[in-house]
């Protein structure tokens, strides 16, 4: 069976995240309860589901790590030395601890929507039916996302295989009774099965989540809401290069008229409830898990700043895009990322740049022959020109006009999380970088491999070839 390190598989802890005002934001979680007291009364159970949030804080997971893990795989940093063999494809071993803590960490997430859906249904008629529905809709959205980022780690993107049949991880759908019980050796799933379960997830929390607010409060961006699924959903569609649905949903989220470009490139990763801002993981210094291991510890020159951004990633920029200007860090030549320069600093997860750019790479793909798309073009230089006014993005052809628009979302969500995922999921080898060799696209070294540990325990869980 899967082994959860950290877990009382009997009880739930929940903090007082978002509970009546900011200052609460950032308060302890609760001590942990049994079941019958974190679901006795209403006020209980709104703070249990906010304990789902505080799963997503862990510092393994997307407290930070994991959305490092898949930049420092990518090309726009240069290859930290504290983060054992990840960055070094091939030096990579299955006993890798810090392998072992991420893929525990997202496990874990998984956990406490699992045993929140388990228990609100035991529980039934304590809350409200609109706050119960509520808060199943945000179990299901977390672990819709949980299960995005293990599904890119460990295993190879979708179009690997034509159909998603080749293996991805093992969908943990419940929490059981017995469960050391070796019917709880649970296999891996198909990499089709798991994003199916993705998009079912996301389309049953839809319609009970609420709408962000114009005017963006915390609630808006730390917790779930039908912006922040569909901006989801259209990336899980634009993974599965299925372009027709991800460009539906990305009109969604366009057609809400929630979300708009932040004025200032820089505000957004300061003010964190922008209204570029769809969903964030939402944290601060006081959050004792993620201080060693926050954005802002390892991408800040002023904190640790293991982690340089290269020479390379910067002069992609106009000495002009205030994206080099203000969230490029330069010493004598040496560049850090300045999008994160405290432990406080949230991790952004999704922003309506992203949400714009897939839908210019939509219709860029789906363009007939090889002509390019008018309306791509406009989208692309609308996130070009927040940043750099002085320069326009052209193309003559449509391979021409894809191959930019995939440089502007290098460009403009560098640091977020999305560096070798970008490369794995159009096909493209991963280049040459510092001491990094050229991975090639489907080479066994660009997943992650499932920890020894794990494996030994479970005889169901095939390792990925190569480790």
């Known amino acids: 069976m899967l082994k959860f390190k950290y877990i009382l598989m009997g009880s739930i802890a929940f903090g007082s995240l978002f509970v009546s005002c900011e200052k609460q934001l950032f308060e302890s979680p609760y001590a942990q309860l049994d079941p019958a007291e974190a679901f006795a009364s209403a006020d209980r159970i709104a703070k249990t589901a906010i304990g789902m949030y505080d799963a997503l804080q862990n510092r393994e997971f997307l407290g930070g790590r994991v959305l490092i893990y898949s930049d420092i795989r990518g090309i726009d940093c240069g290859v930290p030395s504290n983060f054992g063999n990840i960055p070094n494809f091939s030096l990579l071993r299955s006993d890798d601890l810090i392998v072992e803590?991420?893929?525990?960490?997202?496990?874990?997430?998984?956990?406490?929507?699992?045993?929140?859906?388990?228990?609100?249904?035991?529980?039934?008629?304590?809350?409200?039916?609109?706050?119960?529905?509520?808060?199943?809709?945000?179990?299901?959205?977390?672990?819709?996302?949980?299960?995005?980022?293990?599904?890119?780690?460990?295993?190879?993107?979708?179009?690997?295989?034509?159909?998603?049949?080749?293996?991805?991880?093992?969908?943990?759908?419940?929490?059981?009774?017995?469960?050391?019980?070796?019917?709880?050796?649970?296999?891996?799933?198909?990499?089709?099965?798991?994003?199916?379960?993705?998009?079912?997830?996301?389309?049953?929390?839809?319609?009970?989540?609420?709408?962000?607010?114009?005017?963006?409060?915390?609630?808006?961006?730390?917790?779930?809401?039908?912006?922040?699924?569909?901006?989801?959903?259209?990336?899980?569609?634009?993974?599965?290069?299925?372009?027709?649905?991800?460009?539906?949903?990305?009109?969604?989220?366009?057609?809400?008229?929630?979300?708009?470009?932040?004025?200032?490139?820089?505000?957004?990763?300061t003010k964190y409830t922008t209204p570029e801002s769809i969903f964030s993981v939402a944290h601060n210094g006081s959050d004792n898990p993620n201080t060693n291991h926050a954005l802002g510890q390892h991408y800040s020159p002023g904190l640790r700043g293991d982690i340089q951004a290269s020479p390379d990633f910067v002069n992609l920029m106009t000495t002009n895009d205030l994206r080099r200007k203000d969230l490029i860090v330069d010493e004598d030549g040496a560049f850090w990322n300045g999008k994160f320069t405290t432990i406080g600093d949230w991790a952004p997860v999704m922003r309506y740049s992203e949400v714009l750019l897939t839908k210019a790479e939509a219709l860029a793909n789906l363009a007939s022959g090889t002509s390019v798309s008018a309306e791509a073009l406009t989208i692309v230089n609308q996130v070009r020109h927040r940043s750099d006014a002085s320069t326009s993005i052209v193309a003559s052809a449509k391979s021409e006009l894809i191959s930019k628009i995939l440089q502007e979302r290098r460009i403009e969500l560098a640091f977020e999380g999305h560096g070798t995922f970008e490369f794995l999921r159009t096909g493209r080898d991963i280049p040459a970088h510092g001491t990094a060799k050229e991975q090639k696209w489907g080479a066994t070294t660009v997943v992650l491999p499932f920890p020894q540990a794990e494996v030994q325990q479970n005889p169901n869980l095939v390792q990925n070839p190569g480790y």
């Open 101 to 269: 803590d991420a893929f525990i960490g997202g496990y874990r997430t998984i956990n406490e929507a699992n045993l929140f859906l388990k228990n609100i249904a035991i529980y039934s008629g304590i809350a409200s039916p609109e706050d119960e529905a509520k808060y199943k809709a945000e179990a299901k959205f977390i672990r819709a996302l949980s299960y995005f980022y293990l599904i890119n780690l460990w295993a190879q993107p979708y179009k690997f295989t034509a159909d998603g049949s080749h293996l991805g991880v093992p969908l943990v759908l419940a929490v059981s009774d017995k469960p050391f019980d070796p019917s709880n050796r649970i296999p891996r799933n198909t990499v089709k099965e798991v994003y199916d379960q993705i998009i079912k997830d996301l389309e049953e929390a839809y319609p009970s989540l609420p709408e962000a607010t114009n005017t963006r409060s915390i609630s808006d961006v730390g917790r779930a809401t039908k912006g922040a699924v569909d901006a989801l959903l259209a990336r899980v569609y634009l993974y599965k290069q299925d372009y027709t649905k991800a460009l539906e949903f990305a009109n969604k989220v366009i057609s809400s008229s929630k979300y708009s470009l932040e004025v200032s490139p820089k505000d957004i990763f």
